[in-house]
């Protein structure tokens, strides 16, 4: 044990203030898998992921009852902006989140973006007018800057050889958070229509038919933002000119005392220098992670939108309870997948490889689901939940292989601001699918006729277009692997 220990130990100065060192020296001495810190990973990514699609299985009926669509056609067209403002407040703030990380922690960036959900979420269920609607999912947006500094706290959190389970901890957490929100929405919206023995029509729950769903999650917000309270710092933050006598300890390395103002000012100088813009690896690997985040946004508001439409316009003519019903399923399933699959899949792969294979599997998958307006009963119903079930268990690992090069293309003091980044270019993404796949999906319903790609078919079709596109950025030349 002594052998092994050594050589890192050797290379290590210890800041007995720094909470980063204390992490690293705890680290070292437990070489098992960090179960506790996994576990807040996945609760506060769980958290920061739920309020972002719980609006899906009802954005249809709230856009309805605002008043704000003249024709039931036009409502795909207004629940797009409504989708795209949370995203797009989330573009403007996410490499200033990114650097306030890198600078006083990880920790305060947590529990600023779960004080926005707390705050934001409730607000935006008692929306009373379209555009209180689109301004509280800004600020919420704009406030919640923590999914980058949770990816850089999942790999640092734990050892080398255990830092592709905390990524895939994020992904699965925002997958199923992404599954799980939608299925609370579908579940508790208009609880007075659906639960009349619980709650009548001119209760408070009567007059904010979607306050309940967006209720429950700021509950559980309040409930991860005191867990916090024990979420460890990881942040190195060492202030050589400040250390008083003692409170540097030298770990097995007394040659490297004379060279600790040096590697101090070499590690300050070389934060300062290097370009993020120019790593090209984890550029290219941004860039690839931010088209397929557009066709994920897309899908996940377009296939809400396609399943509670009429079958007259090409839906499947659910009810929000019934696409609540089929994403919890997904979230189950996906939670599976991730805790005990997809390691194994990844270690026999390769993040890219695993990327590239489920790729293609979407393409088929996805251009099969128009034709599912033509099944009804017990078989419209298995077979709705075992597509979704596919679809979503091929998206995360796209996104996780991703995530893996882009946290392997930095060091650790550039990973919030490289997070940031990332966060950004998604965020960009993501507001515009909404907002596009809104447009795309009120332009087909009006095209039932049309002689190619009739109704929804378009829809699809598009979807798979971009999924191609993102599938041919995944090979050289355009993507790069970093050399770790």
Request: proline fraction near 5%; include cysteine.
């Amino acid at each position: 044990m002594a052998e092994n220990r050594a050589p890192l130990l050797e290379r290590m100065m210890y800041y007995e203030s720094c909470p980063g060192c204390k992490l690293e020296r705890r680290k070292e001495e437990r070489r098992g898998i960090p179960y506790k810190e996994f576990l807040y990973v996945w609760i506060v990514t769980l958290c920061t992921a739920l309020p972002i699609s719980i609006l899906f299985p009802f954005l249809y009926f709230m856009i309805r009852d605002l008043h704000i669509a003249k024709r039931e056609e036009d409502i795909g067209f207004y629940a797009g902006f409504v989708g795209a403002s949370f995203m797009f407040g989330r573009a403007l703030t996410s490499v200033f989140w990114g650097l306030v990380a890198d600078r006083y922690g990880r920790k305060p960036v947590i529990a600023i973006g779960i004080c926005a959900v707390v705050i934001f979420n409730t607000l935006f269920g008692l929306s009373a007018t379209y555009w209180m609607a689109i301004t509280t999912r800004l600020l919420l947006g704009s406030l919640n800057g923590l999914l980058g500094p949770i990816k850089a706290y999942s790999i640092e959190v734990c050892r080398a050889e255990h830092q592709a389970l905390g990524l895939s901890l994020v992904s699965t957490a925002w997958g199923i958070g992404l599954i799980i929100g939608p299925a609370i929405g579908g579940f508790f919206a208009q609880p007075a229509e659906k639960y009349p023995d619980i709650f009548s029509q001119d209760s408070f729950f009567g007059r904010f038919p979607y306050f309940l769903p967006c209720f429950c999650i700021s509950l559980f917000a309040v409930g991860v933002l005191i867990l916090c309270i024990w979420l460890p710092e990881t942040l190195h933050m060492h202030n050589v000119n400040k250390m008083q006598d003692g409170t540097i300890e030298f770990l097995e390395a007394p040659s490297c005392g004379s060279g600790l103002k040096e590697n101090a000012n070499e590690s300050e100088e070389r934060a300062s220098t290097e370009n993020l813009f120019k790593n090209w690896p984890l550029m290219s690997s941004i860039i690839v992670y931010c088209v397929f985040s557009l066709h994920d946004m897309a899908y996940t508001e377009i296939f809400s939108l396609w399943a509670v439409s009429d079958k007259s316009y090409g839906g499947l003519s659910f009810s929000s309870q019934d696409v609540g019903e089929v994403l919890a399923i997904s979230g189950f399933s996906l939670l599976v997948y991730q805790l005990f699959l997809y390691p194994s899949l990844v270690k026999l792969l390769g993040p890219i490889i695993s990327s590239r294979v489920a790729s293609v599997l979407s393409i088929p998958l996805l251009a099969a689901f128009p034709f599912m307006t033509k099944l009804s009963g017990l078989r419209l119903s298995l077979i709705a939940n075992c597509a979704s079930l596919l679809k979503n268990i091929l998206c995360v690992t796209i996104i996780t292989g991703l995530f893996i090069l882009q946290n392997n293309a930095v060091p650790q003091h550039q990973r919030g601001a490289a997070n940031g980044i990332a966060m950004t270019g998604m965020s960009l993404f993501k507001a515009a699918a909404p907002a596009g796949g809104g447009i795309l999906f009120s332009w087909a319903q009006k095209r039932q006729s049309a002689s190619f790609l009739p109704g929804d078919q378009m829809v699809f079709f598009i979807l798979n277009v971009v999924e191609f596109i993102g599938l041919l950025m995944t090979f050289k030349p355009f993507l790069a692997v970093p050399n770790k």
